[in-house]
């Protein structure tokens, strides 16, 4: 199996989807005229560049940070640079480039934080054997600290990030491990047989570690990890192949247990975020497909600290891809079910409500990839594209609840 196939097809190569569409005006952006009853969307004017966002966070009372990858050449193959921006919501002024680590390389992921003096950026291992270089945000400057990654590795990530406390820091994703080696009598290339597994991390102030996990299937692996507390930290993903179904863990403050397979309703599921409020308010989105066909349709979960229920969705709402928390439930981002259009949705309850998220039209397709809430503020990174341009531009959407 390649590098990553299966986590890289849903995720990394779902980030890859949104280049798509055409421009989007730096401005206020209309929601469909079905759903003008729903608050109005604005635009960050962000620095141009070729460039895909992964997330978003408010670090305090007046700052947004978001953060991603950007995109160019580098002989045959696309090269990947983190980019993190910021901006002062007291201001009207432009949102600034900040300086990453030195030597950083690759994509970043995700990013959280607990202050502006505390934050977290994390992505993937760039090469075989490496660890993954996360990076650490101490009020001043960004810094590598790098995250261990299994014996035997040949690549993996962290694919998301949350933090709790300055020495109580959870990260989670993937990791493809050499089983054996089987060299060619001829001399032709080495057969790598292998196999890939979830992987968490956690920081305790002074360094990551990789922490045990209890096996899941022969290939699967970790999309997103949510804490209401060092005592209850949610960790979800799926499995790989036959075994293609959700996969959920769960952290008491002593261990790590897997939760049964949640009944997500169709041949396939997989979670692609999580939002743990409580032991008892748990929330997990994904995609799950109704038959062999079926290209995904929205997956929304709710844990009550007994057994999981799924709630009723949309009929064009395709895969979810980030979620965050409200005060009376959530709010999810994903794309519809013929990929053509992003969506966003309020959910309370068992009710999911629309939040008229820009519709694509004619030269212009809005593609959401992860959510982040602060108070009634609702922010979706991601990106667009600008017909006949190679590579996205990056889409930072708000709203207010």
Known sequence: MAVGVRVRTLLIGAVSALVIGGGLPAAAVAAPASEAAAPPWSAAKLPSGDTVLTGSVRPDAHTTWTAGFRLGEDGQEIAFRPVVFAHDDRSSGPWTEMTTAPGATGRINALAATSARDAWLVGDADFEGDPVMTQHWDGHVWRLK???????????????????????????????????????????????????????????????????????????????????????????????????????????????????????????????????????????????????????????????????????????????????????????????????????????????????????????????????????AVDVSGAFNITGQQFPQPMLLSTRL
């Open 146 to 376: 790098p995250a261990p990654m299994p014996a035997n590795s040949l690549s993996g990530g962290l694919l998301g990030v949350d933090a709790v406390a300055a020495n109580d820091v959870w990260a989670a994703g993937w990791a493809q491990v050499v089983d054996r080696r089987i060299p060619d009598p001829d001399g032709g290339p080495t057969q790598i047989v292998d196999h890939q597994e979830g992987l968490v991390e956690h920081w305790d102030g002074r360094a990551w570690h990789r922490v045990a996990l209890p096996k899941q299937y022969a290939n699967w692996g970790l999309n997103a990890i949510s804490a209401s507390g060092p005592k209850d930290v949610w960790a979800v993903g799926s499995g790989y192949g036959d075994d293609d179904r959700p996969v959920v863990l769960h952290y008491d403050g002593r261990s790590w247990t897997a939760l049964p397979t949640p009944p997500y309703g169709g041949l396939y599921g997989e979670f692609n975020d999580v939002v743990a409020k409580g032991p008892h308010d748990v929330w997990a989105v994904g995609r799950t497909l109704l038959d062999e066909n079926d290209r995904g349709h929205a997956l929304i979960m709710h844990w009550n600290g007994k057994a999981w229920t799924r709630l009723d969705r949309p009929a064009d709402a395709g895969p979810l891809t980030g979620a965050a928390p409200t005060r009376d439930g959530i709010v999810a981002v994903g794309n519809t079910v013929d990929r053509e259009s992003g969506y966003a949705l309020k959910v309370a309850g068992t009710r999911a409500t629309s939040l008229g998220f820009p519709a694509t039209t004619d030269g212009t397709a809005y593609s959401p990839w992860k959510v982040s809430t602060s108070g009634r």
